[in-house]
């Protein structure tokens, strides 16, 4: 019996008058890919959020290798293993890639309250950075400035620092978002390799990849999960098809 | 205590409120609406007090010096902010600081230049010279009474326009989110220029008022600029009610502070109830900002 | 198989662009008082006494501004402590009477080696506790209160009658390092010359260390470097406190050579200074706020000499300095940025 990796129990989150996330249930097991669709404003981006910890959930639970770590913060449950990536990219534009993913693997081995010896020319960090880089297809840009690089590039740096800390879950949002036809493909594959040895939470847009990757599907329509299995029973599923599949995007 | 010197330090307390109000109410549109910090912002109650002050010594009407001097503080502030400041709203926060500091320099300079570095008579006009009964036994200067009042109507006025009528209601739009006031039409710029000037006429006002009863020399601006930032951010950012409530809260804390400790904590009392108001509400009392 | 580390590594050499020019500029600091000497101008060396004492300062504010991200306006107010603790001790010893700090009796010297880790000790202090409040905030609100709490500071000394209140607080007791008396004019320069350097090497390799790496992430994406597990206000805090220690021990040589503190060390208009010069030498680079420093004072210089209303231009070319210098004297398109870069693309 698989170990569960994040159990999610009833999940709720206001702002104002507005209910974005309602009584939100979902569990991943240790090395599934669970994917999370919806339509624009279904809460997907919210539940994130709140699994990561920049958002606090007004009730529920987060459960994550069986602790309960609802109310620790943002940065201990990235130093419990939860790494993430943001629809929009988020990185460090004045460093370089080497130096982005160096950084993200130095926060994750401990703290930085060292003074004294330079961290950049560092072969304990650089070098495995250099093998995540390489992983995520970079190397040949492992020198760059963060902010020189391309769209898809971006994304592909974005990756390779979440990978960096060796998370046992990574919340993608969006991984896709905004790329071409050769970027997207090579993301699919960058993440069908990733599936092998991470477990993944994929919120995504792109319905091939999320058919191709995922090994479970949870499909979130205003803040509530109103379906979850594999990704054919999702596919068949005449509720999911009305309120999401079916339909032109919703406003 | 007696309740004489309750009343009458209540009184000043609030006086002081009202004329931080003035001064912040112009101050927290500008920070809510363009997150542009004027250091230079006390400067204009400076020239509020200096432009009276020549004026009164001219033509000896007080309430003539007092119009001419609102309105020159005003026109001063629109036209520094139609020649130089809107050119400046996109560059960072850290060159907006060099830039109105500048400012303070340039202006306190031209004030010694034109004035002198010696301080400026501003008498209490004769007709509110004197006291006033205002409870059996309680009398209280008339000038600050009338201080009061003024200070009152403006406030009322301010509160009426923001909250009552369409200008209001972009002002306050623009104040917690100008992109999306940008988007619907309002013209920022323009209605930015203007709630500049009347932040700086305002400032000028506050300056004219309290120059009977403090002096009028240069550098006057800075510590009640420093006041306006405590009520600002006590108040929180782009709001007009908050800076109100916030100026009347350091108005009499400030007072009653002075009176009832010794005067190196007195005068650190309202910058302690800062801290204690950020330790709890980092936004301050009511934040525009969404 | 991982590649081999490249040469140039853009992160590191655009902050500190190369060895030469610094080294170049600290030299020729170094040769001042012989070049006194020879004008047989001694002002020049208590000139530049100031100009040094005031990099330090700054040189320690840019360690939070420029690579922090946090525009501080309460660093007049480490400087002015600094320089207050001195003073207060000093005056304890030539008055023989002890510092009372509620139950607890302080006796006066005039030590600096006691006085100046002293100074430290309560500047770091302060930062711990001024930062917990100030560090949770941001941006404008940030500037604000930092402003504010330094005036707060400001006017409590102000009103503090026993030490001389706005007239400031004269050291009539000798100062003096251990057993050597504190020494004068030169040989003062070369002490304060000394700490720069010290200052320089030192916020250098933090700079460059784990811990600066952090906080130099932290200043370009916070929410970034939070998700990735930095508790980010732990390390703006250590940050600040490093800075207040720094800039303290400028304060405390401030004192020692002006024999004299006053509130006017403290006030904003001070801390507003530090950040000018800082802004003018160029925010990227380590020492930048020492060119940052030689250009204030030798602009303060000229314009006063040039006209008793001097804060009228002088105010303008602040002005100007806001509007255009945005990267500083030593910013990435001047001349001499140009040429450290190639320096640096080779070495």
């Not at chain 1, 071409?180 to 995504?204: H, N, P, Y």
């Not at chain 1, 090994?215 to 979130?220: A, Y």
């Not at chain 3, 403290?266 to 020492?287: C, H, K, P, Q, Y």
Request: glycine fraction near 10%.
């Amino acid at each position: 019996m698989a170990s569960t990796m994040l159990n999610v129990v009833g999940l709720t989150k206001r702002f104002g008058g507005l209910i974005v996330s309602e009584d939100i249930h979902l569990e991943i097991a240790a090395g599934e890919t669970h994917a999370v669709i919806g339509p624009n404003g279904a809460g997907k981006t919210t539940l994130i959020n709140q699994i990561q910890g920049e958002l606090r959930a007004d009730s529920g639970r987060i459960i994550f290798r069986g602790q309960d770590i609802s109310r620790a913060s943002a940065p201990h449950r990235a130093r419990l293993g939860i790494a993430r990536t943001y629809q929009v990219t988020s990185i460090f534009p004045e460093f370089s890639v080497i130096t982005n993913v160096a950084l993200a693997r130095q926060v994750a081995a401990g703290h930085s309250f060292r003074f004294f010896r330079a961290a950049e020319s560092d072969r304990s960090l650089t070098e495995p950075a250099l093998e995540t880089i390489a992983r995520v297809g970079l190397a040949d840009r492992a020198s760059a400035l963060a902010r020189d690089l391309s769209h898809g590039e971006r994304r592909q740096l974005e990756l390779a620092m979440a990978l960096a800390g060796g998370p046992r879950l990574i919340l993608l949002d969006e991984p896709m978002a905004g790329m071409g036809g050769q970027d997207s493909a090579r993301m699919k594959r960058l993440l069908a390799e990733i599936k092998k040895f991470c477990t993944i939470l994929l919120v995504e847009h792109d319905m091939d990849a999320v058919f191709a990757l995922a090994d479970r599907v949870t499909v979130l329509v205003g803040g509530r999960n109103v379906a979850t299995g594999s990704p054919d029973q999702i596919r068949a599923d005449q509720g999911v098809r009305d309120a999401y599949l079916g339909h032109a995007s919703e406003p | 205590m007696s309740l004489s010197l309750i009343v009458v330090q209540l009184l000043n307390g609030v006086q002081l409120g009202l004329m931080l109000f003035l001064m912040a109410s112009g101050l927290t549109l500008v920070l809510g609406m363009m997150s542009f910090i004027n250091l230079a912002h006390g400067s204009f109650y400076m020239i509020g007090a200096f432009i009276a002050s020549s004026l009164l010594a001219w033509t000896g009407n007080f309430m003539l010096s007092l119009l001419v001097a609102v309105a020159g503080a005003g026109i001063v502030g629109l036209l520094l902010e139609i020649g130089m400041l809107r050119k400046v709203y996109q560059q960072s926060h850290l060159q907006h600081v060099l830039i109105t500091f500048g400012l303070i320099l340039v202006f306190n300079e031209l004030a010694r230049l034109i004035w002198g570095p010696f301080p400026v008579p501003l008498p209490v006009p004769a007709l509110l010279a004197g006291s006033v009964e205002i409870l059996p036994g309680i009398t209280y200067p008339t000038f600050r009474l009338a201080i009061l009042l003024v200070g009152l109507a403006v406030a009322a006025a301010l509160y009426v326009v923001i909250t009552h009528t369409r200008s209001g209601m972009w002002v306050r739009a623009g104040a917690s989110d100008r992109a999306m006031a940008g988007a619907i039409g309002v013209n920022i710029e323009l209605m930015f220029s203007l709630l500049f000037g009347m932040g700086s006429a305002l400032a000028g006002l506050a300056g004219v008022m309290a120059g009977p009863i403090l002096t009028v020399q240069v550098g006057i601006g800075e510590p009640i600029l420093i006041l306006s930032l405590v009520v600002t951010v006590i108040g929180g950012i782009g709001s007009i009610r908050g800076a109100f409530l916030a100026a009347l809260l350091v108005g009499v804390i400030d007072t009653f502070g002075r009176i009832l400790f010794p005067p190196a904590i007195g005068s650190m009392m309202i910058f302690l109830l800062m801290a204690v108001i950020l330790a709890c509400r980092p936004q301050g009392l009511f934040p525009a900002r969404a | 198989m991982p590649k081999d580390l490249p040469a140039f590594i853009p992160g590191i050499d655009r902050r500190f662009a190369g060895i030469a020019l610094p080294v170049i500029v600290m030299a020729a600091l170094a040769l001042l008082p012989w070049l006194a000497v020879r004008l047989d101008d001694p002002f020049l060396v208590r000139l530049f006494t100031r100009i040094v004492i005031f990099a330090i300062a700054a040189v320690a504010l840019n360690f939070v501004l420029g690579f922090g991200g946090l525009a501080s306006l309460f660093h007049a107010s480490f400087m002015g402590i600094g320089g207050y603790v001195v003073g207060v001790l000093a005056h304890h010893d030539a008055n023989e009477t002890p510092l009372m700090l509620g139950p607890l009796a302080i006796s006066g010297t005039s030590d600096l080696l006691i006085t100046i880790p002293l100074a430290m000790v309560c500047c770091v202090l302060l930062a711990f506790i001024t930062g917990l409040v100030c560090l949770r905030t941001s941006g404008i609100y940030f500037i604000m209160i930092t402003l504010a709490f330094n005036q707060m500071i400001f006017y409590y000394f102000v009103a503090l009658e026993r030490y001389g209140g706005e007239d400031g607080l004269q050291i009539l007791s000798p100062l003096h390092f251990g057993p050597f008396a504190a020494p004068k004019g030169a040989a003062f320069y070369y002490v304060c010359w000394g700490a720069l350097c010290a200052s320089l090497l030192l916020l250098r390799q933090i700079i460059s260390s784990r811990f600066g790496i952090v906080l130099r992430a932290i200043s370009q994406n916070e929410r970034r470097a939070i998700a990735l597990g930095v508790p980010a206000l732990r390390y703006k805090i250590a940050a600040f406190a490093i800075s207040a220690a720094v800039t303290s021990i400028a304060g405390a040589l401030l004192a020692t050579n002006q024999k004299f503190v006053s509130p006017a060390d403290l006030s904003w208009i001070r801390s507003a200074d530090l950040v000018i010069i800082v802004v003018l030498g160029g925010i990227s680079l380590v020492w930048g706020p020492v060119i940052g420093a030689i250009a204030f004072f030798l602009a303060e210089l000229l314009l006063s000499s040039w006209t008793i209303h001097w804060q009228l231009p002088f105010g303008i070319l602040v002005i100007l300095v806001g509007i255009f210098l945005k990267e500083g004297i030593i910013s990435s398109g001047s001349p001499a940025a140009a040429w450290t870069r190639r320096r640096t693309r080779h070495g």
